[in-house]
């Protein structure tokens, strides 16, 4: 059974800092890429970081320069490190692993989220 369990989040003021962490278990973690989104109330779910099977890393502009995604793939686990925090950071934060061959997503896994709340 594949899980995803993210945990870190919380409720902040703004200009703070937050890591955020996504425990897989149930495929082989090393060879998934890994991503976090977000979904803000009323919008639509985005990416704001990714970090391949082999360590190459893309990011939201939005996030460009405050956020770090990393993996650690001894513990099967992605980090999210969320630094000078804005309110429009705030939403739930998804973990989600691709498997990703040859440019083509076979199959995806989510996990349950974990909520991201920045105050001004």
């Known amino acids: 059974q594949v899980q995803l369990v993210e945990s870190g989040g919380g409720l902040l003021q703004a200009g703070g800092s937050l890591r955020l962490s996504c425990a897989a278990s149930?495929?082989?973690?090393?060879?998934?890429?890994m991503g976090w989104y977000r979904q803000a109330p009323g919008k639509q779910r985005e990416l704001v970081a990714a970090?391949?099977?082999?360590?190459?890393?893309n990011y939201a502009d939005s996030v460009k320069g405050r956020f770090t995604i990393s993996r650690d793939n001894a513990k099967n686990t992605v980090y999210l490190q969320m630094n000078s925090l804005k309110p429009e950071d705030t939403g739930v934060y998804y973990c989600?692993?691709?498997?990703?061959?040859?440019?083509?997503?076979?199959?995806?896994?989510w996990g349950q989220g974990t909520q991201v709340t920045v105050s001004s």
């Open positions: 970090i391949t099977s082999g360590g190459t890393t």
């Open positions: 149930g495929i082989i973690f090393s060879i998934h890429a």
């Open positions: 989600k692993a691709d498997r990703i061959v040859r440019g083509v997503t076979l199959y995806d896994y």
